[in-house]
C-alpha cells in the first residue's frame, strides 16, 4: 500500500512559525486530495486543512484558518503545511493523508486512503 512520510516539526515557541512536509515513500504520484490531521495530547484526531489535486481548492478548520496554508507541489509530488503564529493549542502529532475526498465533501480521516504515521510539533508558551 502507499505510505507516507512526514518531515519536519518538533520544539517551536508560541508566535513562531514552522514547516511541515509529506511525501510518499514509494514510487507513487498522487492524483487525490491530501490533508493534514492532528491529534492534541488527551483528544481525537481533528481535520486540520485539505488539498486537492490541482491545488486550486483548500479547507481549513477553523481553528488554524487564517495562521496555517496548504500546498503541495505535484512536480515533486509532495504537499506542506506552512504552521504561522503558533499557539500553544497547535500541540499535536500532525499525519498527513492522501487519496482524500473532493474538496468540499467530507473532512472525515475515514474518507482518506493513506496515511502517514505522524510527526510531533510541540509549541511552548
Known amino acids: 500500500q502507499k505510505r507516507l512520510v512526514e518531515s519536519g516539526g518538533g520544539l517551536v515557541q508560541a508566535g513562531d512559525s514552522t514547516r511541515l512536509s509529506c511525501a510518499p515513500s514509494?514510487?507513487?504520484?498522487?492524483?487525490?486530495?491530501m490533508g493534514w490531521f492532528r491529534q492534541p495530547p488527551g483528544k481525537e484526531r481533528e481535520f486540520v486543512a485539505a488539498?486537492?489535486?490541482?491545488?486550486?481548492?483548500?479547507a481549513y478548520a477553523d481553528s488554524v484558518k487564517g495562521r496555517f496554508t496548504i500546498s503541495r507541489d505535484n512536480s515533486k509530488n509532495t504537499v506542506s503545511l506552512q504552521m504561522n503564529r503558533l499557539k500553544p493549542e497547535d500541540t499535536a502529532i500532525y499525519y498527513c493523508?492522501?487519496?482524500?475526498?473532493?474538496?468540499?465533501?467530507?473532512?472525515?480521516?475515514?474518507?482518506?486512503?493513506?496515511w502517514g504515521q505522524g510527526t510531533q510539533v510541540t509549541v511552548s508558551s
Open positions: 514509494g514510487r507513487s504520484f498522487i492524483t487525490d486530495s
Open positions: 488539498i486537492s489535486w490541482s491545488g486550486d481548492m483548500t
Open positions: 493523508a492522501a487519496d482524500g475526498p473532493n474538496i468540499g465533501t467530507s473532512t472525515e480521516e475515514v474518507d482518506f486512503g493513506a
